[in-house]
């Protein structure tokens, strides 16, 4: 066997052994998930501990009112830290001062300006 024979061989197996490890922890990972999944076989009378992870079905239900709760708690704040009309102190009957609408104005202007400038 010549040098270049040898390098091809120990390539081969060494390729074919990695390859053939690789396989059997799919195979192993592929065989654990499907035994976890299977429904275990409880006393009729007994319910599931209420530590268990729920289904798929309930978890997507669960992360979605989670979700929802979350983007109310946030409408809820930003609307308590800028609520309506908090950009004067007047009352929402009244007009606002004459330095209270050029302050304001000057915002309006800032905020085109800068929406301008966008890229």
Known sequence: MTVFDQT??????????????????????????????????AAPGRQDPSGAIPADEE?????????????VAL??????????HAWHAARPGEEPSPWQAYSRGQQLEQRKTHQTLRW
């Open 59 to 71: 978890l997507a239900q669960i992360e979605q009112a989670a979700a929802v709760a979350v983007a």
């Open 8 to 41: 091809v061989w120990i390539s081969t197996v060494g390729m074919g052994l990695t390859f053939a490890a690789i396989g059997l922890l799919v195979m192993t990972m592929i065989a654990l998930t499907h035994w976890a999944r299977r429904p275990s076989r």
């Open 75 to 84: 409408a809820q704040a930003a609307r308590r830290a800028h609520p309506i």
